[in-house]
T-cell receptor, first 114, second 114 residues
Framework: ETGVTQTPRHLVMGMTNKKSLKCEQH?????MYWYKQSAKKPLELMFV???????ENNSVPSRFSPECPNSSHLFLHLHTLQPEDSALYLC?????????????FGSGTQLSVL | DQQVKQNSPSLSVQEGRISILNCDYT??????FLWYKKYPAEGPTFLIS?????DKNEDGRFTVFLNKSAKHLSLHIVPSQPGDSAVYFC?????????????FGTGTRLQVTL
């Protein structure tokens, strides 16, 4: 148990659906992240929130929309996704955003877009 | 262009022997390095880190070696145990940078056999 909880664990959606991924951290951290892991590729950073403000948007298509209502919760809203968006989506948190911060990851949501 | 490379996708080691996982990087500005371990259906968990002012950091059975001139680091696990079977990710960043600039490798799958 890393203190970062993601739901759902698995999600299958059609290209016209709208769904949301949820992440909650119980560590009192100030920063939260969304990462994408595609097969045989490195983890790719998507978004970073620090103290509920988005501090980084890594050239992610607008069909992915993050929301951070407070420092413990992070959402990723999905709409009109493409099959190539099928991947493992990982949420992480850290105490701060310094370069030597250790990230604590959730178990991820395995997303399949049909 | 991948700045952090793990050229061995998989490694098999007998229980009790030493496991050596390798990682190369190209960006000479990186000065902080981390290893994460990932079990199936779980998110990556932090294992060990090293800053560029050191060439070795040890934590129990895990030791990370850094060779800055070769831009190479390695993770040694000794003795290897079946529970060490997982995917290991190398990651790099700049201490004076931000955690959002953490760059991951593609991972090496370690299988520890009986």
């Amino acid at each position: 148990e890393t203190g970062v909880t993601q739901t759902p664990r698995h999600l299958v959606m059609g290209m016209t659906n709208k769904k949301s991924l949820k992440c909650e951290q119980h560590l009192g951290h100030n920063a939260m992240y969304w990462y994408k892991q595609s097969a045989k590729k490195p983890l790719e950073l998507m978004f970073v929130y620090s103290l509920e403000e988005r501090v980084e948007n890594n050239s992610v298509p607008s069909r992915f929309s993050p929301e951070c209502p407070n420092s413990s919760h992070l959402f990723l809203h999905l709409h009109t996704l493409q099959p190539e968006d099928s991947a493992l989506y990982l949420c992480a948190s850290s105490q701060g955003t310094g370069g030597n911060e250790k990230l604590f990851f959730g178990s991820g949501t395995q997303l399949s877009v049909l | 262009d991948q700045q952090v490379k793990q050229n061995s996708p998989s490694l098999s080691v007998q229980e009790g022997r030493i496991s050596i996982l390798n990682c190369d990087y190209t960006n000479s500005m990186f000065d902080y390095f981390l290893w994460y371990k990932k079990y199936p259906a779980e998110g990556p968990t932090f294992l060990i880190s090293i800053s560029s002012i050191k060439d070795k950091n040890e934590d129990g059975r895990f030791t990370v070696f850094l060779n800055k001139s070769a831009k190479h680091l390695s993770l040694h696990i000794v003795p290897s145990q079946p529970g060490d079977s997982a995917v290991y990710f190398c990651a790099a960043s700049r201490i004076t940078g931000t955690a959002s600039k953490l760059t991951f490798g593609t991972g090496t799958r370690l299988q520890v056999t009986l």
